[in-house]
Structures are given as C-alpha cells and as structure tokens.
T-cell receptor
Framework: RKEVEQDPGPFNVPEGATVAFNCTYS??????FFWYRQDCRKEPKLLMS???SGNEDGRFTAQLNRASQYISLLIRDSKLSDSATYLC????????????FGQGTTLQVKP | SQTIHQWPATLVQPVGSPLSLECTVE??????LYWYRQAAGRGLQLLFY??????ISSEVPQNLSASRPQDRQFILSSKKLLLSDSGFYLC???????????FGPGTRLTVL
C-alpha cells in the first residue's frame, strides 16, 4: 500500500464548478498535512496546511479525518487558473522533516 | 525573507558524463535540505536529505551522490550519468522540527 494515495484523475470540470479531491495516508502517527499545487513543468508550491478542525482559504477548503486517515480539498467556483496538479502531503519522520508526497491529482478547468 | 536558488534551469548531458547540480538557500540558517527527482508524469521521489553540514542521508540506492559543504549549500552529483537519470530535480528546504518544505525552481535534466 502506498503511504499517500490519490486518484490521479484527470478531473475535467467547467468553470464555476465545485470539485473535491480525496487522499488517504497509511501512517496513523502523522501529525502534519498539506496540499501543494504544481503547475506544469514548475516546482510544487504550498497551497494550504490542513488542520484537524478544517480550514478555509477563500475558495479552498481542506478537511482532515484522522479516524479514517483521509484528507480532502474542496475547490468552489473553479477558475481556469486552478488547472494544475494538486499534491497531498503528509509528514514522515519528525526529526528530519521528511514529507511523503502523493502522486497528485490533475485538475483541468475548461471554459 | 527566505529564497532558494537552483542552477542550471535546464541541462542536456550525454550518457556517461558527470553531473553537478547546485542549490543554495538564503535568509535562514541551519535548514534541513532535500533533493527530489520527478520523472515525467510521476510523483516526487526523495533522493537525499541533510539536517546539517556534512550530514547526508540517502533514501534510495542509485547512481547519484549529494554533499553539503556549507550550511546553506546542497550539491547533487554523479560521476557517470545514465539514461534513467533524466528528470526534474528539485531542491527543497525546511526548518528544523517543522514539516513544511519550500522548493527551488528545479533543474530539468535530459540524458541522451
């Protein structure tokens, strides 16, 4: 079983749609969770951290379910500029700061 | 503020040639440093990480090596490149004890 699993997609949605991505992780001891965004041929960039209580940043909402070991990202009112690959990221060993990256979910927002 | 630099941005090398990729971080001290590779259409694979000068941990056996000669400098090397070494090489830094990592712009390596 992969340490972090995501549906690779692609998710093709029209502008204005709401889309949700899920991710599961295997290490129940993980404490830190993130969503990164990666544009084509660019480096990953932090989109948002994921907190136990859930958190929102504009059109983006992240949720964490520790009991089921899954993380979600909801994007409302999709824009063309949201087209990218979204990486689910979970911490590994705390003293080294290692992160475990999912393979990513590709989103294509169409006009 | 902190910035991370990588060079070169792109590189085309023949099989069997040596490699040296450099990464430097500014605006922070004693960072954790990481080298990743991303093959075309694939996820990020952690190659090496370092928690201090001269300290290198290797994640996977391979044709590459890493060094950290200074606190904010991380170098990825190979003596003889293989075709399978082609990919997008990303350097990242993170604070000691914190989970977040920040990536450099990457080097796109093509081995012919």
């Amino acid at each position: 079983r992969k340490e972090v699993e995501q549906d690779p997609g692609p998710f093709n949605v029209p502008e204005g749609a709401t889309v949700a991505f899920n991710c599961t992780y295997s290490n129940s001891a993980s404490q830190s969770f993130f969503w990164y965004r990666q544009d084509c041929r660019k480096e990953p960039k932090l989109l948002m951290s994921v907190y136990s209580s859930g958190n929102e940043d504009g059109r983006f909402t992240a949720q964490l379910n520790r009991a089921s070991q899954y993380i979600s990202l909801l994007i409302r009112d999709s824009k063309l500029s949201d087209s990218a690959t979204y990486l689910c990221v979970v911490d590994g060993s705390s003293n080294t700061g290692k992160l475990i990256f999912g393979q990513g979910t590709t989103l294509q927002v169409k006009p | 503020s902190q910035t991370i630099h990588q060079w070169p941005a792109t590189l085309v090398q023949p099989v069997g040639s040596p490699l040296s990729l450099e990464c430097t971080v500014e605006g922070t001290s004693n960072p954790n440093l990481y080298w990743y590779r991303q093959a075309a259409g694939r996820g990020l694979q952690l190659l090496f990480y370092s928690v201090g000068i001269g300290q290198i941990s290797s994640e996977v056996p391979q044709n590459l090596s890493a060094s950290r000669p200074q606190d904010r400098q991380f170098i990825l090397s190979s003596k003889k490149l293989l075709l399978s070494d082609s990919g997008f090489y990303l350097c990242a830094w993170g604070r000691q004890g914190a989970g977040l990592q920040f990536f450099g712009p990457g080097t796109r390596l093509t081995v012919l």
